[in-house]
């Protein structure tokens, strides 16, 4: 008797774990991604002075006073985050989100050294936010700009995996190395200016206190 394969229903295909678990990675990444897009939205509204994308750091979202704050050999500049509680409490799911979506997805991922350097990355990354939602900017400078390498980390981690996968899914791949060397790119010119200009009205505000 010759043995047949049983076609795999939609059912038996949801729930095999394997499936189970990409979905859910896949979930936890997309949840992160949103639900932080969500807390800069509102963090970012609450500023009675209006938050500036090109003058402001995603940090000063976070910052915990009102008063003049700057980055080290950097410009002072006024900061106020009303809602700062939101930003820092996303910074933390952030981070705990990208490290469940890694563990559940890295099994699905190449074998080899490439995988295993992204999955230990995007571990950090995940650490590295949870160390910014924890630390704001004001509290400890130092330590925050050390969980501010999350940046830099996912970055390599997304080029990593991307080279692991580029025998697979050439096009996948190279839509991670451009989203990689952006995300690298955008590190580097962000680090290589942290005395950037502050506007006028930035200043203003110090005699407000």
Not at 125 to 141: A, D, R, Y
Not at 187 to 209: I, K, M, N, V, Y
């Amino acid at each position: 008797m010759v043995a047949t394969e049983r076609p795999v229903s939609g059912a038996e295909a949801i729930r095999d774990p394997s499936r189970i678990r990409i979905l859910a990675g896949g979930a936890c990444w997309a949840a992160g991604v949103v639900q932080y897009a969500m807390a800069q939205i509102v963090a970012a509204a609450a500023w009675t002075m209006p938050y500036s994308l090109k003058n402001n750091y995603i940090s000063d979202l976070g910052n915990t006073a009102c008063g003049m704050f700057h980055v080290p050999h950097g410009t002072p500049y006024y900061v106020c985050s009303p809602s700062h509680n939101v930003m820092n409490a996303s910074f933390v799911a952030f981070g705990i989100l990208t490290i469940l979506g890694a563990l559940l997805l890295h099994r699905s991922w190449p074998a080899g050294r490439l995988a295993r350097w992204a999955l230990a990355l995007w571990i950090l990354s995940g650490l590295g936010k949870v160390v910014v939602g924890l630390i704001p900017e004001n509290t400890n400078i130092n330590l925050h700009l050390v969980g501010a390498l999350n940046v830099p980390l996912g970055s390599v981690a997304i080029l990593l995996l991307s080279l692991a996968v580029r025998r697979r899914h050439a096009a996948v791949s190279m839509i991670g190395v451009v989203v990689a060397v952006v995300g690298l790119a955008g590190s580097f010119f962000g680090a290589a200016e942290p005395a950037r200009a502050r506007p006028a009205s930035c200043l203003s505000h110090a005699g407000e206190d």
